[in-house]
């Protein structure tokens, strides 16, 4: 499984426990998820165009927000080192990040590779057509299993 799989599983599992749940795709930057998400915009009353000032508007708007809350912070780039201080860091939220790139103040969980057997697995989990494993042992074994690309492939 990859990354973004395995934290919608995380998700899915515990939704119940939370009262507030916020999921950024983030390949264009943490300021950019923020502030070009449609929902916070709309939810906070954000008019203003500013990228910087409609960031720190909408990290005021979470800081504030009372309950247990989670943000999951997809697939985060550099960029990360440098906003991580402006984001809520209360008893209310907790932050879940998803990224290739390791972050040394973050606690890191490293997902393995999938073994060929996994893979098979996985491509069939969305490929409902036929099922012959030598042909997709075949397909897979070039790119090493990789979990992104076994999905693509399905």
């Not at 502030?35 to 009353?45: A, I, Q, S, Y």
């Not at 165009?49 to 999951?72: H, P, R, V």
């Not at 390791?102 to 969980?109: G, L, R, S, V």
């Amino acid at each position: 499984m990859g990354k973004t799989t395995i934290a919608r599983k995380y998700l899915n599992q515990h939704s119940e426990e939370y009262d507030h749940i916020i999921w950024l795709q983030v390949t264009k930057g943490i300021r950019n998820a923020f502030t070009e998400d449609v929902v916070l915009r709309t939810h906070f009353k954000i008019e203003t165009t500013n990228i910087d000032e409609s960031f720190q508007l909408i990290l005021n708007e979470l800081i504030n927000l009372s309950g247990k809350n989670l943000i999951i912070l997809d697939d985060a780039q550099n960029d990360l080192h440098k906003d991580r201080k402006y984001l809520p860091d209360t008893k209310h939220w907790e932050v879940l990040i998803t990224s290739r790139i390791a972050f040394p103040e973050i606690k890191e969980y490293r997902l393995d590779f999938l073994t060929g057997e996994s893979a098979i697995e996985l491509f069939y989990t969305h490929y409902k057509i036929e099922k012959d494993d030598t042909i997709v042992k075949d397909i897979l074994s070039p790119v090493n299993y990789h979990t992104l690309t076994t999905e693509l492939f399905a």
